[in-house]
């Protein structure tokens, strides 16, 4: 069964702290990695990594994508009180035409001013 | 604006009545996915669809619960009957392969809250 585990559960910040956020997964045909933002309402994607060391960057989001050691990282520099919301991790794996995208419980990440 | 519009956006039910939940995907996606969502146990993933074939549904509790997709614009989620602890947020989202490239990006609806009493 595919599965994956976020860290920590939640995180309390100070605006302008820098924050990491971690994913770890095990999944059957691993084809890519999300993360995607959740604030009051439905998540919004934020990344899509597929490779191994490709960093991906939107402002100041970015993410690393580690194929070997199983696990993705999202960073958040000079936090704001608006990236307060539950950041989603999810793998797309599976067999054959059956990939599907399965999401870990979330971080919460709570920026205070 | 292409988006995934779900209806009702809120529904209270009594224990023991059929609830129904419709999804329509963003036009031309091929995959549509069902999820519940709780404190507890974060996002679920009930059922899937892709070219509106059913692919998984070990998810959901197949005696109360039923997912299909008459055509490509509706998929729907009924639970019948329903029960205190189905009370959630159930969110469809649908998506499709990036042109060249195997990987899907889920596009999320609004969700449907759902309370049994």
């Known amino acids: 069964e595919d599965k994956v585990v976020q860290s920590p559960l939640s995180l309390v910040v100070h605006e302008g702290d820098t924050v990491t956020l971690n994913c770890s997964y095990e999944?059957?045909?691993?084809?890519?990695l999300l993360w995607y933002k959740q604030e009051k309402k439905a998540p919004t994607f934020l990344f899509m990594l597929?490779?191994?060391?490709i960093e991906k960057k939107s402002g100041r989001l970015s993410s690393i994508l580690d194929k070997k050691e199983l696990f993705s990282i999202l960073n958040i520099t000079a936090t704001q009180t608006g990236d307060s919301a539950v950041y989603l991790c999810?793998?797309?794996?599976?067999?054959?035409?059956?990939?599907?995208?399965?999401f870990g419980k979330g971080t919460l990440l709570t920026v205070n001013p | 604006d292409a988006r995934v519009t779900q209806t009702p956006r809120h529904k209270v039910t009594e224990m023991g009545q059929e609830v129904t939940m419709r999804c329509q995907p963003i036009?031309?996606?091929?995959?549509v996915f069902w999820y519940r969502q709780t404190m507890m146990q974060g996002l679920e993933l009930l059922a899937y669809?892709?070219?509106?074939?059913?692919?998984?549904d070990s998810g959901m509790p197949k005696d109360r619960f039923s997912a299909e997709m008459p055509d490509a614009t509706l998929a729907t989620l009924k639970i019948q009957p329903s029960e205190p602890r189905d009370s959630a947020v159930y969110f469809c989202?649908?998506?499709?392969?990036?042109?060249?490239?195997?990987?899907?990006?889920?596009?999320f609806g609004q969700g449907t809250r759902l309370t049994v009493v």
């Open positions: 989202a649908s998506g499709s392969p990036r042109t060249g490239l195997m990987n899907t990006e889920a596009f």
């Open positions: 999944v059957t045909n691993f084809r890519s």
């Open positions: 597929t490779s191994s060391g």
């Open positions: 999810a793998v797309e794996g599976g067999g054959g035409s059956n990939y599907k995208l399965t």
């Open positions: 036009l031309g996606h091929n995959t």
């Open positions: 669809f892709r070219n509106r074939a059913p692919l998984d």
